[in-house]
């Protein structure tokens, strides 16, 4: 019986020191919600940096109830479309709204820049004159998002203002544009791919290398290529665009345009000189050795088909497995391309 007693009053002692140290916790985290505005030492309360806004580092340490209240007393706005209006935003920063701050990893400036309209121009203005930082990058920058927006006058501002013309996207894992692999893309490439070519343009001049290559080989001429956007592979061609570079699957800025069967942008190409014959280079894939005239005739292209034997192209090459571009053709019933091809070779 003594034992039993003995044990009882040890654990009614331990419940007492529970219950005090609980107690205490609970009037330091008052005195540091409630009290006089300082931050308790542990534990601060999570939050989220939709909400609150603020600089870089603050992902990875919550906000203090002070700073969400001065994020909110500063940007009632904070999280709506109207903050990216020009005037809000201004009274925003006055009131003490970091120009810095991201809505969950994106910068405001990126997020803006990438918004359409004047107001969108006029926003990013503001921020940048409050000190935004202009080459900030989680993956994109706010001259990418721009550009592959296309809001020219917003490439504009942020190039006036420093942004760096020849920044890569950063982050392996952007799934930005899909099919060209977003690691490594430029604000040019991105505008390319769209085929906003008044974009284009204010970027090569103010220095966009047009032979930038992506994590995954591709260049501003073959995006704007493989997408039939003629204006802007004409734009990227006047620059210096080399034609003939080929991404890690050894394509050309000519054979994306010839599967496509962008006929008018093939002609652009060939017109400037593109190599007809290059043959994909690439041993992990099927079309090794393949043309871009094998490409059109798979997919069906007549009209590409056309275009690629009047400039030159062999219609006796053969890929890696010994077949021609009539073969490829025939083995998808293309019967009109085989004709056409045969009647080609045989003129040869």
């Given at each position: 019986?003594?034992?039993?007693?003995?044990?009882?009053?040890?654990?009614?002692?331990?419940?007492?020191?529970?219950?005090?140290?609980?107690?205490?916790?609970?009037?330091?985290l008052?005195?540091?919600v409630?009290?006089?505005?300082?931050?308790?030492?542990?534990?601060?309360?999570?939050?989220?940096?939709?909400?609150?806004?603020?600089?870089?580092?603050?992902?990875?340490?919550?906000?203090?109830?002070?700073?969400?209240?001065?994020?909110?007393?500063?940007?009632?706005?904070?999280?709506?479309?109207?903050?990216?209006?020009?005037?809000?935003?201004q009274?925003?920063?006055?009131?003490?709204?970091?120009?810095?701050?991201?809505?969950?990893?994106?910068?405001?400036?990126?997020?803006?820049?990438g918004?359409?309209?004047?107001?969108?121009?006029?926003?990013?203005?503001v921020?940048?004159?409050?000190?935004?930082?202009?080459?900030?990058?989680?993956?994109?920058?706010?001259?990418?998002?721009?550009?592959?927006?296309?809001?020219?006058?917003?490439?504009?501002?942020?190039?006036?203002?420093?942004?760096?013309?020849?920044?890569?996207?950063?982050?392996?894992?952007?799934?930005?544009?899909?099919?060209?692999?977003?690691?490594?893309?430029?604000?040019?490439?991105?505008?390319?791919?769209?085929?906003?070519?008044?974009?284009?343009?204010?970027?090569?001049?103010?220095?966009?290398?047009?032979?930038?290559?992506?994590?995954?080989?591709?260049?501003?001429?073959?995006?704007?290529s493989?997408?039939?956007?003629?204006?802007?592979?004409?734009?990227?061609?006047?620059?210096?665009?080399d034609?003939?570079?080929?991404?890690?699957?050894?394509?050309?800025?000519?054979?994306?345009a010839?599967?496509?069967?962008?006929?008018?942008?093939?002609?652009?190409?060939?017109?400037?000189?593109?190599?007809?014959?290059?043959?994909?280079?690439d041993?992990?894939?099927?079309?090794?050795?393949?043309?871009?005239?094998?490409?059109a005739?798979?997919?069906?292209?007549?009209?590409?088909?056309?275009?690629?034997?009047?400039?030159?192209?062999?219609?006796?090459?053969?890929?890696?497995?010994?077949?021609?571009?009539?073969?490829?053709?025939?083995?998808?019933?293309?019967?009109?391309?085989?004709r056409?091809?045969?009647?080609?070779?045989?003129?040869?």
């Amino acid at each position: 019986m003594t034992k039993w007693r003995d044990m009882f009053k040890k654990g009614l002692a331990v419940t007492r020191l529970l219950t005090k140290a609980l107690m205490g916790l609970g009037v330091a985290l008052l005195l540091g919600v409630w009290g006089d505005g300082q931050e308790a030492s542990k534990p601060t309360p999570p939050s989220s940096n939709k909400t609150a806004g603020f600089p870089s580092g603050h992902e990875k340490q919550p906000p203090t109830p002070r700073q969400l209240v001065q994020a909110s007393n500063a940007c009632p706005e904070w999280g709506t479309l109207t903050l990216f209006k020009a005037d809000v935003l201004q009274r925003c920063i006055d009131e003490g709204l970091n120009p810095n701050a991201k809505i969950e990893k994106e910068t405001l400036l990126t997020t803006v820049a990438g918004m359409s309209g004047q107001d969108a121009t006029e926003a990013v203005q503001v921020l940048l004159e409050a000190g935004a930082d202009v080459n900030e990058q989680n993956g994109t920058s706010a001259l990418m998002a721009a550009s592959r927006a296309g809001h020219t006058a917003t490439v504009q501002a942020v190039l006036d203002a420093g942004g760096n013309v020849n920044a890569q996207i950063n982050d392996p894992g952007n799934p930005i544009v899909h099919g060209l692999g977003a690691h490594g893309l430029t604000a040019l490439i991105l505008a390319s791919d769209v085929g906003h070519t008044a974009t284009v343009q204010a970027l090569l001049d103010a220095g966009a290398d047009p032979n930038l290559q992506n994590k995954a080989g591709f260049t501003a001429l073959m995006a704007a290529s493989r997408a039939g956007h003629t204006a802007t592979v004409q734009a990227v061609l006047a620059v210096g665009a080399d034609l003939n570079l080929q991404s890690k699957a050894g394509f050309t800025a000519l054979m994306g345009a010839s599967r496509a069967g962008h006929t008018a942008t093939v002609q652009a190409l060939l017109d400037a000189g593109a190599d007809v014959n290059v043959q994909i280079n690439d041993q992990n894939w099927k079309g090794q050795g393949w043309t871009a005239l094998m490409l059109a005739s798979a997919m069906g292209h007549t009209a590409t088909v056309r275009a690629l034997l009047d400039a030159g192209a062999d219609p006796d090459l053969r890929d890696k497995r010994g077949a021609t571009a009539s073969d490829v053709a025939g083995g998808r019933d293309r019967t009109e391309i085989v004709r056409i091809i045969e009647k080609a070779a045989a003129f040869r």
